[in-house]
């Protein structure tokens, strides 16, 4: 088990030596052993191992060559907030027997030593590894033509040899190759031999591991270049765009850059300029690019509305939950061979199945069609909409009675005079109210929020409140439906639905949107409702014995639609003092446009309408002449609000 040593990690060796010797006493049956000479010998073999390779991985190990739990390393760095096991502890049954001889001591510091040259020759090469760059330096080759000595040392070295970056630093040329053991231990074993033709002096070569190198150019000419290698790169008849080995394109080799998209600003850049430049792009190949992450890149893809495919292929994805970004995209192709977590998965079966929780609706995964999933048959279609229906009766004789009864009383609803109601309710009626309106803003009336008794049981709590706001018997009923506001109900769009209709009861569901009067704002003007009512036979007609009024801001389609037939709209949003005409009443958009445009130049509702039927209701050409005429003080004071 390994164990990654902070960087602020100071290990003090004489707090250790005191540690260990304090904790040796506490170990059954240690008192006496004399730990003393092995103690301190092997503490200094470890202290100062640790002390080299602060920043590297140190496992313990035993006299066995068995790896010592991390807990350990967490002893030996005094951390407060880790368990304290103590190395003495830990190496008990492993180190110790009764007495440790001379001989015993020479074995074991002998066996700890080998462990911990190997140790840190495997920790030096994971890091090598990790890096993936190494930076060669031929010594004293300056003085020949930088190309002409790599021409030579790849005719020494092989093909396989691909450089980056070539240059003279001091009297030494320089260049850099991606990590791969067998060309650097070739180039290792050409130090000290390797000559240029003509010449006798022989040169060292020295291989050191380095960070992915950098561009001296511009940032924007690096976009260009960049530009030009992705244009490069795509097959616009099969809409696929081929970035394996990105940074090994010969685009960026002429020009000394080294781009590679393991760096997450490069890669980002990348998506960036495919969303702008080919968003119909299908395919995507990022394969042998050493990408760990794919965060904001897979965020920026999504635009990107027709990519499918997708090959991740040798890459350095640790688990697939590095693949969770991706998962909002509808990927139907992927390729994930080659990647730290695919060694994992030995089953098949498990491999699909934990890739197919984060894109269920895969197709092909690794070039292999995908066994359908087992599960419920699921219609597709299943969670689309169903269509709108406009109303919806149990049967006929109910829809003749619910019309008629709903056209008596809104004639008399929407009339100034709303006594006559008291006949359509019982007289133990059952009424309540409840609003979802807002207390500020354009859209709001505060005078509703008074006159409505609201019976939101999200908002009255208590049980007192919620008895008190439930209205019964017919006086009560009649003096709430009196102290609502006047208002006009779009008739053309109720949409009324009778699921029960008996001998002994009707059920009743109304929705619809009416206006209200003398409101200024224009915003306000419209609310849509929700009424359900239980109408009764009484007589020889129906009454209301149960009602429930619910009262909400429309929505856009419901300020479309409405008082599309009829002209109270116009009447109650656009007051006009002239006589009434037979000019075409505007359609509700318009309406929207004629309220807004009035209350951002403060010109009454009439002349906005004007102005903009002028523009053909072109809402920024009518604001630009509205402007010019303005400045030019070539509109009277009649035309503003006051």
């Known amino acids: 088990m390994e164990f990654p040593m902070e960087p602020d990690v100071k290990l003090d060796a004489t707090s250790y030596e005191s540690n260990c010797i304090a904790e040796s006493s506490a170990v059954n049956g240690l008192d006496d052993v004399p730990i003393n000479q092995w ?12 002390a080299l390779r602060l920043n590297g991985t140190c496992p313990l190990v035993g006299d066995d060559g068995s790896v010592f739990d991390t807990a350990v390393v967490t002893a030996l760095n005094n951390k407060p907030d880790k368990p304290k096991i103590s190395y003495m502890q830990l190496c008990k049954d492993r180190l110790m027997s009764k007495t440790i001889g001379p001989t015993k001591l020479a074995q074991l510091k002998c066996t700890i030593s080998e462990k911990l040259k190997k140790l840190s020759h495997n920790t030096s090469a994971a890091s090598n590894t990790a890096t993936g760059w190494r930076k060669v330096t031929i010594h004293n080759a300056a003085e020949h033509e930088p190309a002409s ?72 000419d690096v976009d260009e270049i960049v530009k030009r290698v992705l244009a490069s790169r795509y097959n616009p008849d099969l809409k696929k765009l081929d970035l394996s080995k990105f940074h090994s394109d010969q685009g960026f080799r002429s020009y000394n850059v080294v781009f590679v998209l393991c760096h997450a600003s490069n890669l980002d850049t990348v998506a960036n300029m495919i969303v702008k430049n080919i968003p119909e792009v299908e395919e995507i190949d990022l394969s042998n690019n050493k990408i760990m992450k794919l965060d904001t890149t897979a965020r920026i893809l999504r635009g990107c509305r027709n990519l499918h495919k997708l090959n991740l292929n040798n890459n350095r994805f640790y688990s697939l939950s590095d693949l969770r970004a991706l998962r909002r995209h509808p990927y139907t192709d992927l390729y994930l061979e080659n990647n730290k977590f695919s060694r994992r998965y030995k089953n098949a079966d498990v491999y699909i199945s934990e890739v197919r929780t984060y894109f269920p609706k895969l197709l092909v995964l690794d070039g292999k069609e995908l066994p359908k999933p087992i599960g419920f048959e699921v219609d597709e279609n299943d969670d689309v909409v169903p269509p709108f229906r406009p109303s919806f009766f149990c049967n006929d004789q109910a829809k003749q009675i619910v019309v008629m009864f709903l056209k008596q009383y809104y004639e008399v609803f929407d009339s100034k005079d709303r006594s006559p109601l008291a006949a359509a309710y019982c007289e133990d009626a059952i009424f309540s109210m409840t609003t979802l309106l807002p207390d500020s803003g354009p859209r709001a009336v505060p005078i509703d929020s008074k006159n409505i008794p609201n019976r939101n049981l999200r ?184």
């Open 459 to 642: 908002i009255r709590t208590r049980p007192d409140e919620q008895l008190e706001l439930l209205l019964i018997g017919r006086s009560a009923v009649m003096k709430q439906i009196n102290n609502l506001p006047p208002c006009t109900h779009d008739l053309h769009n109720f949409v009324v639905d009778v699921s029960i209709a008996t001998a002994r009861l009707i059920k009743v569901v109304l929705h619809g949107v009416y206006c209200r009067h003398n409101i200024r704002s224009k915003w306000a003007n419209i609310r849509s409702f929700q009424r359900t009512l239980i109408i009764v036979p009484v007589g020889g007609g129906y009454c209301i014995a149960n009602e429930q009024i619910y009262l909400c801001l429309p929505t856009y389609n419901q300020l479309q639609k409405s008082f599309k037939f009829e002209s109270q709209l116009t009447a109650a949003a656009v007051p006009s003092s002239g006589p009434s005409t037979a000019e075409p009443i505007p359609q509700p958009s318009q309406l929207l446009m004629i309220e807004g445009f009035a209350e951002q130049s403060h010109m009454k509702p009439e002349y906005a309408k004007l102005c903009l039927e002028q523009n053909e209701w072109d809402f920024a050409k009518s604001a630009a002449l509205f402007m010019k005429l303005k400045e030019e003080g070539k509109i009277p004071d009649n035309y503003y609000n006051h």
């Open 39 to 50: 103690q301190c010998e092997v503490g200094k073999m470890l202290r100062n191992h640790f």
């Open 149 to 220: 000595v790599m021409e030579e040392v790849k005719s020494l070295v092989g093909a396989k040899l691909i450089y980056h970056k070539l240059a003279t630093e001091a009297n030494h040329v320089t260049f850099h190759l991606e990590d791969d053991e067998s060309v650097c231990k070739s180039l290792r074993d050409l130090s000290k031999r390797f000559s240029m033709p003509g010449s006798n002096t022989r040169h060292t070569i020295t291989v050191d591991t380095t960070t992915s190198p950098g561009s001296a150019l511009p940032p924007e």
